[in-house]
Structures are given as structure tokens and as C-alpha cells.
């Protein structure tokens, strides 16, 4: 089965070896009582409702829902549940069919969830990851050149990401600092650098080794250095891999795009 990872170290079983969406690399209920902390039964029932998007088209609000009723309050979890309001975004961002200006609303309201939950706990991994995320795809839906205002806050923090926790989402850290130096312009108007996007996309597979986005993007950095067979490589294991249960549209989508893509190789 794709998504799934070893654990590494003692401090990723604590933080947990639980999937993207439902279960991402989160501190998990196990993690919690280890600490002496009690996880709202929110946020697990809003994990599984993000994890099975596909199932309902309900789901992402059913989750925002639940969320929204944790997420402005001093609980414990409350940086989370604003961590994981930002994911809800992205992953609305990703589905919809909309105008560019229907994606920079989305996403926007998906920084601002990241950055209410980073006032709470600047060191929380969701509302930090999540941020740049939606950082990025915002600048992406925006324009590139409309949005270099936004080439530090993204860059700093996925670099903080990495510092609280490189695995998390399946190495989604290095995979989102990667993704961003293949996009971001080249000297000399920014500093773009494709070298950097291979070594940490790289590295970011090693953490979720199945993971279709990083080969995607993988595939994609490796046409843009004319590495062909690099870029086959990457294209036809997307190709070939099955649809993973609960997210058979999702890598129907990569499938696709790979598709398109092979035909550059």
C-alpha cells in the first residue's frame, strides 16, 4: 500500500506514523497520553472526514465544522484545529474548478487559518506546514511575478517546517521547499534553483516513497533540466502504481497528468 512509512527515529513514533489527512504525521492520541495530554475527539473525527473527502462531498465541511468549533477557543488543540482548517482549504484548492480568483480566495482563507493557529503555537507543525502551503498555491493562483512579496514568508516556512519536523506528510516539508525552488523565477530576478528542488523532492520520497505529488513534481523538475530518463522513470512508476482505497480520484488526477507529461520523454 502507498502512504504508508517507516518510523525513523523515537521522536517520529511519538509525533506518529499515522497517514496524510485523517492521520498525517501529527502528535497522535498515542504521543498525547504519553505527555499527559488529552486529544479533543474533535480533531480525530475531523482527521477521518479530511482522510475520506472522496467518499462525501460533505466531508471537507463536515470537518471545517467541527473545527470551527475548537479552533477559537484556549484548548490545547486549538493551533491544530487551525493547522488542519488550513488543510481543509488546500485540499478545496486542489478540487475546484474555479477561476484563478476563486483559487486565491480559497487558499488566502487557508493562510489566514495558518496564520491564527501560528499566533497560537508558533512551533505547531500543522498550522506551519499548512501555511506555507497555502502561501504557495496562493502565490501560484496569484501569479508568480504578482506574488514575490511572498517568496520569504513561503521559504521561511517551509525551513521551519523542516526544523520542527521533516517528515511530516510523508516528508511534505521537503517536498513543498522543493516544489518552490523549481517554481520560484531564477537570477536574475529571484533565486530559483533546480538543484535544490532534486535534492530535497529527493529526499522528501524518501520519507513517503509512494507518494504520487512528489513524483509528480519529481518527474517534472527533471524535463525542466532535459534528464529524460529520470523523468520517465518517476512518470511511469505513477503510471504503474494502483489507486490507493479512499483516494482513487486523486491519483486518477496524477495519473493523468502523467500521462500528458510522458509525452515530453
Given amino acids: 500500500m502507498r502512504r504508508t512509512r517507516d518510523c525513523f527515529t523515537w521522536k517520529t513514533v511519538l509525533r506518529t506514523c499515522f497517514r496524510a489527512g485523517a492521520f498525517a504525521q501529527i502528535k497522535s492520541p498515542i504521543a498525547a497520553r504519553w505527555f499527559g495530554e488529552e486529544m479533543d475527539e474533535r480533531i480525530e473525527r475531523a482527521r477521518e472526514l479530511i482522510e475520506n473527502r472522496e467518499q462525501d462531498d460533505s466531508n471537507l465541511s463536515a470537518a471545517e465544522n467541527l473545527l470551527l468549533e475548537l479552533a477559537p477557543s484556549n484548548a490545547p488543540d486549538a493551533a491544530m484545529a487551525y493547522g488542519l482548517l ?6 478545496r484548492g486542489q478540487i475546484s474548478e474555479g477561476s484563478n480568483q476563486e483559487l ?7 493562510v489566514e487559518y495558518g496564520k491564527k ?4 503555537n508558533p512551533d505547531n507543525i500543522d498550522s506551519v506546514f499548512w501555511l506555507a502551503v497555502n502561501r504557495g498555491f496562493y502565490g501560484e493562483a496569484n501569479g508568480i511575478l504578482s506574488s514575490l512579496f511572498l517568496i520569504d514568508p513561503i521559504e521561511n516556512g517551509f525551513k521551519k517546517a523542516l526544523e520542527i519536523d521533516e517528515t511530516y506528510y510523508f516528508g511534505g516539508p521537503h ?3 522543493g516544489w518552490f525552488y523549481h517554481k520560484l523565477p531564477s537570477w536574475p530576478i529571484s533565486h530559483g534553483d533546480n538543484r535544490k528542488a532534486i535534492h530535497h523532492l529527493e529526499k522528501s520520497l524518501s520519507f513517503g516513497p509512494n507518494f504520487y505529488l512528489t513524483h509528480i513534481y519529481l518527474a517534472q523538475v527533471f524535463l525542466a533540466v532535459r534528464d529524460k530518463a529520470k523523468a520517465r522513470e518517476h512518470l511511469e512508476w505513477i503510471q504503474n502504481a494502483p489507486l490507493t ?3 482513487e480520484k486523486e491519483d486518477q488526477r496524477y495519473k493523468e497528468q502523467a500521462m500528458i507529461l510522458s509525452k515530453k520523454v
Wanted: avoid cysteine; charge should be negative; proline fraction near 0%.
Fill in 175 to 177: 517536498r513543498g521547499i
Fill in 245 to 247: 482505497a479512499n483516494h
Fill in 104 to 110: 486565491v480566495s480559497i487558499y488566502d482563507k487557508g
Fill in 117 to 120: 493557529g501560528e499566533q497560537i
Fill in 86 to 91: 488550513g488543510e481543509v482549504q488546500y485540499w
